[in-house]
């Protein structure tokens, strides 16, 4: 493993940390568009070569994750004229430290995980600490997009690990495209509710009305 | 060739149904019309096995006929009873409804039928995304809050089991096979010479994933709140079909896991999230006072049950695969005399109706059958199917186990018994007077409470067989 995928990777993870203690959602939404554009190059400098699936995947992906799901939920912020406040379930400093705690985790479960490649294996901890820090969003922010953001996350997270298959089944990594349908039917239903004023607001804490 | 058919034929009638081109009363024919073909295809499965296609990616195993045959069943009586459903509740044409519809049975086929890890992942997230709008069918604001729920929460689940896969594919690679990566067959046959680490760890997400579609505790806790505001026929759709796809799923890992030798990891882990969701179910229903919410609690456990036959082993695994059927079968009836019941009172409340039996006397039976069936009294085909798990459980060295299901079986009897025969029997209400159903409201049902039934007292020896053949591939036997 190079130098510059290290640097790449430790990248991702700061990113993570930016949609943890930050208070704006627009801020969030720009650090998963840079969270997307990093793991979108990842496969050309972890596998050098310019193999043609290699490049198709990093294309792809670097369209899907960092151009256009970004944009499309600025655009709905706008249009569903969300506030622009986070609104965590627990406080910043908390969020952080639990984002520590994950990737410490992260780095334990890895170490019990040899990857065949030993070359790839900072990928293992960096998928999983992802994958914690997205579930993390999903559950402590409160509003519907903030969720959304959490949901990318995740999907991060799965598609860094994902990458140690990159070379040998690229079509395997590929389908975890198939979640942004998710992001794109939950954005678009963030949009619709508003149209439809059915909520006074996105925050799925008001989605309550369905209760034991 | 007709296991293609089986995916296609559905995902063709979906494609003409969304169009503009039919009527609404073609569309429902178009409906039918795949159901039924669907189900000679099955039935020509059964008679006549075939061959793998696409580079064995799709094949019909013992294990996935089972799923398919449930399925093909539940799906022609739910097909007939859309069509007096959509008489009398349809707020936009249902262009979108039946063709959902055609789309899960498409999607479901393709689950059950892949061979290859990817594709059936693919499946389950079409079979996901296909009932989002069927649960939004009547466009308010308490169905919008269910599909959102729904949809959050399964969507988490099945990106936990893509990564499952993942380790799943990190696991065969480091087997050190060269060939092509995922395909079932090879996934058992190489099992022993993968990492062991890797692939405990790809059964937790896999379990995880797919248990938060199944609906096992503590994940399901999208399900009430789903089966609270879906359609009958939908409730019934997912309760059935869509969480055995989720179970087939399950199975196929623990399929690969066994042969590795990793039933000792397993096999707690499975009992353990079986117990809790009989538990989860137990103190739901006892509290709960709105029947299509009572049906939820007891799909979790059912579910519960499902995985908790995995966990014991032996007949434990025969008797799961002949509970998912029954399950199935069950839950179509009861999901379906219970929506005939709110369709005609207009509420799930279950304090405020009564006398069903005197207004609506064919649901009310059906919704007294429903009752019996589901809670796993004789002579319905549950008390088999649950008596063999316990036999498994007893056998396999578990009295413990036996004993804590028995005891939670019997309260979730006394909750459901003590909501529904207060629906059924009593005074009915004067604003409600007798009526005639529409046998395409009570068709469907009967049929399926005389399948429940007959599964109870005979169970035909092709059925068996391929019971028998199931739950060997799962690593236990038949009684």
Redesign the interface.
Known sequence: MSHLDQVLLLTVVLTNFVVLGTTRLSTCIRAIAVQGLLLGVLPLVLHPGAEPGLVALAVGTVLVKAVFLPSFLLWAIREASVRREVEPLIGYITSLLLGAVAVAIAFAVAQ?????EQSLALLVPVGLST?IIG?LV?TTRVK?VT?VVG?VM??N??YA??L??AK??P???E??V??D??VG??VM?IVV?HINR??DSLS?AH?T??K? | MRLIALILVPLLGALIASGRVLTARRRVTCLLAAAVVHLALTASLWLVPAEPVLGGWLAGDPLGLVVLSLVSVLFLALAAYSVGYLQVENPRGGRLFVSCLMGFLAAASLVVLSHQM?LM??GL?ATT?SM?PLIFHRHD??S???V??Y??IS??G??LA??G??FL??AQ??GGTSGP??VLEDLVSQAPAM?P??LK?AFIFLLVGFGTKMGLAPMHTWK??TY??APPLVGALMAGALTSCAFLGIARIVQITTSAGLADFIRPLLIGFGLLSLLVAAV?IV??SDIK?LLAYSSVEHMGLLVLGLGVGGVGAYGTMLHLINNGLAKGLLFLAVGNVVLATGTSHAPRIHGILRSRPVSGVLLVAGLFAVTGSPPFGLFLSEFTILSGAVRGGHPWVAAAMLLLLAVIFIGMASVILEVAYGESDPALPRVRESAWLTGGPLALAAGVLLLGLYIPPALHSLLARAAASLGGGAP
């Open positions: 019990r995980l040899p990857l065949p994958v579930l999903l519907a969720q949901y995740l999907e997270g799965i690990f994902g140690t298959l040998r089944v079509l395997l990594v389908l975890g198939l979640l349908v998710f039917v939950f239903g509710f059915e909520f799925s989605l009305e369905l034991d | 990817g992942w693919v997230e995304l989002a604001r308490r919008l809050e269910a959102w729920k949809l959050v969507s988490v099945i990106a893509l990564l896969m993942f594919a990190t690679v480091g990566l995922m990492s680490a890797w760890a009430p709140d609270g505001e739901f509290a709960q919410r």
